[in-house]
């Protein structure tokens, strides 16, 4: 089958502008996400990886070159239809849960929902499923302070998962955990991609961590500077960067 990407950068630059000096947090990012496939992007401390991740989910715009998600340009959308395309496409964990403390766990899940306009009856259904996918469904009614971090970011994956997205990204979603925690964070992010055929992209400081991936992205200095096929397999992982 041939690949098609469910999000894509082509020749992105982010320059940050600190004091009157700029600095390039990327120089030229190209790479196609393969539609259904689970990457993981590996690099040093400072080689761009947020920035990248940032971008990809349109969170923020580059300074030059282009971002394309679902097949739409993200700097040519309004900020109204970029939120919606953060609500409704993309699904972000990050390494630091942001849950918010005064509410439950299954309300947590349903804020996204709430946005959207959902019913309360019937969010609060979905959110008690997906709840159930992390393994938390029995934990629902517990604040995140009454949870252990392990726990906390699968609340995280349940949110992020809240409104059906195509594409999850997860900036470092294991980087406050321990071992048997991140394994299992892991473990519902490659079934998810498996059972659901959701796009995964997974920033992590672990090697290991690539033999849940169809793709490896090594970057550096705010490059790419390798693709490889991942401990599951990839086809053509030269597709990633040959735009
Ligand atoms: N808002 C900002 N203003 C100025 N410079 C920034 C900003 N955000 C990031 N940078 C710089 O851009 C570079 C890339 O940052 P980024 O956060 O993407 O790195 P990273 O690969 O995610 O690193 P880490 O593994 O530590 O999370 C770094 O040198 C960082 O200092
Ligand atoms: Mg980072």
């Known amino acids: 089958m041939p690949l098609r990407a469910a ?4 020749n992105v630059w982010k320059i940050y502008r600190v004091g009157n000096v700029d600095f390039p947090a990327l120089r030229g990012v190209s790479v196609r996400i393969p539609e259904s496939s689970f990457v993981v992007v590996l690099g040093p401390s400072g080689s761009g990886k947020s920035t990248l991740m940032h971008l990809l ?16 340009k993200v700097s ?5 239809e970029r939120a919606r395309l953060r609500r409704d496409t993309i699904g972000f964990v990050f390494q630091h849960f942001y849950l918010i403390n005064r509410l439950t766990a299954v309300e947590n899940v349903e ?9 309360p009856r019937v969010r609060r259904a979905r959110a008690l499923e997906l709840l159930g996918l992390v393994g938390l469904r029995g934990k629902a009614l517990r604040k995140p302070t009454e949870l252990s971090g392990g726990e906390q970011q699968r609340v995280a994956v349940a ?14 979603p294991t980087g406050n955990l321990d071992t048997k925690n991140a ?15 959701k796009t995964i992209v997974v920033v992590t400081h672990n090697p290991e961590h690539v033999r849940y991936a169809n793709y490896v992205v090594h970057m550096r200095d705010g490059k790419i500077v390798k693709v490889e096929e991942g401990g599951r397999g990839g ?3 030269r597709w990633l960067i040959t735009l």
């Open 7 to 10: 999000a894509e950068a082509r």
């Open 57 to 72: 989910g349109a969170l923020d715009t580059p300074t030059r070159g282009e971002v394309i998600v679902s097949n739409r």
């Open 76 to 80: 040519e959308m309004s900020e109204d």
């Open 111 to 119: 804020l996204p929902m709430v946005a959207k306009g959902l019913p």
């Open 159 to 172: 949110r992020a998962l809240a409104n059906d997205p195509k594409i999850l990204l997860a900036d470092e």
């Open 183 to 197: 394994e299992r964070v892991m473990n519902i992010l490659l079934k998810l991609n498996e059972d659901l055929g």
């Open 235 to 237: 086809e053509e992982p």
